[in-house]
């Protein structure tokens, strides 16, 4: 099975900060690889396809780039509702793993 | 309105079993990839299985064998039929939308809960 692993884990941050999460993958998932954001008690909300295709409706603040192994999501100008969990997942092979998740909270 | 509804959670001891459905409006389930994906209580999230719309299914290792994935096109519903239930399938359970040419999940539904516990 592919491992996805996110660092870090969870970090602080204050409104207008940017913020970068890390995604990797234990083997080449090309650009198979989506980001997801979670409020707590909420479903996931897709946020970016294709490792970089941002959803429509998702604010251009969020941004993700990578391919093969190592990817990134950003927030510009962190924003009060972005403050939530962040997880990767690759939909390159069965089973669709996801990362651990990136919990972003207010400083 | 596009919108996925799923029911079915509840309590059910171990080595029981459940079947949770997965209510499509808006489009349909023969056209689409439909995901069930599930979250333990404080935890993350774990892809569990997918029906493709060429039928074709897909598990997880660790409920493969127990659960089985299945859709009714003219209900517009897919079906997640779990067996042999253990205490680590406590979840909240999700089915998702994935129109295809994204490869990622859209629309979600709201969850169901499924405690396994004696």
């Known amino acids: 099975d592919i491992q996805m692993t996110q660092s870090p884990s969870s970090l602080s941050a204050s409104v207008g900060d940017r913020v970068t999460i890390s995604c990797r993958a234990s083997?080449?998932?090309?650009?198979?690889l989506t980001w997801y954001q979670q409020q707590p008690g909420k479903a996931p909300r897709l946020l970016i396809s294709a490792a970089s295709n941002l959803q429509s409706g998702v604010p251009s603040r969020f941004s993700g780039s990578g391919s093969g192994t190592d990817f990134t999501l950003t927030i510009t100008s962190l924003q009060p509702e972005d403050f939530a969990t962040y997880y990767c997942?690759?939909?390159?092979?069965?089973?669709?793993?996801f990362g651990p998740g990136t919990k972003v909270d207010i400083k | 309105e596009v919108q996925l509804v799923e029911s079915g959670g509840g309590l059910v001891q171990p080595g029981g079993s459940l079947t949770l459905s997965c209510s499509v409006s808006g489009f349909s389930v023969g056209t689409n990839y439909i995901h069930w994906v599930r979250q333990a209580p404080g935890k993350g999230l774990e892809w569990v299985s997918v029906i493709y719309s060429g039928g074709s299914t897909y598990y997880t290792h660790s409920v493969k064998g127990r659960f089985n994935i299945s859709r009714d096109i003219p209900r517009n519903t897919v079906y997640l039929q779990m067996n042999s239930l253990r205490p680590e399938d406590t979840a909240v359970y999700y089915c998702a939308r994935d129109p295809g040419f994204l490869e990622a999940c859209d629309i979600w539904g709201q969850g169901t809960m499924v405690t396994v516990s004696s």
């Open positions: 083997q080449n998932v090309g650009s198979y």
């Open positions: 997942q690759q939909s390159f092979r069965n089973p669709f793993t």
